[in-house]
């Protein structure tokens, strides 16, 4: 290969880590969902909200250290709370058997619960340091978000955002209305 | 004299909508239509908006399969309907972070947002709790969060903590802690420049979804009207009904000055007229000299 061209691979390779949300990674295949019966289903369900909250409580912990520059933020009883709900869902990750069809999926919630674990180290490091640099955490939960977002199943109840009672939810009543 | 022009601009819709999600209480009242619409004010060299909408990127699909939400457009095509894009808007009021009105922030690059630290902060207590307690955390979406992260990184998110007078000239924000969400704010236009203004506006968020909200039947307590709150709060319903009386205060009790963009029949009080897309476009108000979109 040329010299020029294994520099770029190079560059690409020290600009684009393996967690870099630059890196696009395809959708993940849907599962049959006909294939998995409701504990099945329900068990995919617990780790993966889990860390969609805990992606929510890191990411809002990062706005509110980086819009005030509050360094006392890192030091919430909040931190410390996400830490605990981390160790377990990566305790129910670990003893998790995929269900038929869905090992990518259990992948990439391993693989997220290690970036969210990642970020909070992060997130801890920064009492140390003079001012609060939200960088290398929000790589890390971004990474951890896109993953997430990538193994959702919506017919599982594997969704991003929960909109049961939200200001939308009104299509299910009218079906059931017409 | 008139500082501002105030737009509010449709860019979705549900057709059906339970009215007991709009108003407290009205259980087997039947639907209505229930647009999906942001604020535009527009003066004094700035243009700013309350509210974003949501990326039908990301949530789209599931919105028109499971709720029936319709026609979505993009901020580009929506402002394009009063002259302007996008990349003109210089500040944004974030009322609320639910998904449908802070889940569109990258399409406005050159913004400024400005959103309650207590939205933020009982946000992520709501997310640390026990799936039991869930309901508390809906409609959210975390990758909304993580944006509004890199907002904050750019210095373009401000977080503030209760009201703030004058955030542009003649525009106060103020908070209503703990009513439809845990730091929903409302916006208040002093058109004449006046601290006593006789020709204010309250730009409501949700904390205000229709007309009724404000301007209730109040047969039952033998009055003309009252105020019934909207059907969808994680505080309390008293917090949103002293929100109501605060925003009728500030606009002189004038119940028209108070704006819900969640409402339908704003085409009965002001000027209005319906896009090639098929979407609203209702003129509140006119700043001097600058000329109607709607007529």
Redesign the interface.
Known sequence: MPSSGRGMLDRAALVHRFDCPAVAEPALPQPDVADIDAAAAAALRRPY?AL??????A??????A???QRREIVDLP?VA??RE?WREVTATLADLSAPRGCERQVEHLIRAARLVGACLDALEASPTRERVD??LA?DR??AA?RLL?LCSI?KLGL????????????????MR?S | MADYSIWVLEYSYVTKYHKSGVLYGAHNQGYVKLPYCYALIKGKNHVAMVDVGYNNKEYGKALGDKFGVENWRSPKEVLAGVGLSPTDVDTVFISHAHFDHFGNVEDFPKATFYIQEREITKWVWAMSLPDRLRWMMVAIDPGDIIRGVDLARQKRLVCIDGSLENVLPNIDLHVAYDSHTYGSMWVHVRNDGKAQSSDAWALAGDLVYVFENVEGPGAVVDADQMYVPVGLAVGSQENLVMATEAMMKSVGYEARRVIPVHEERLKDRFPSRITSDGLRISEICLADGEKSRVR
């Open positions: 909200d969609r909250r805990l992606i929510g409580q990411a809002g912990l990062l706005v509110l980086q819009a005030t909040a709370v996400a709900q939200t960088s929000l939960i971004a978000y977002q919506d969704s991003m955002v929960d909109f049961r009672q939200s200001c939308c939810n009104c299509a299910p009543m009218t209305a």
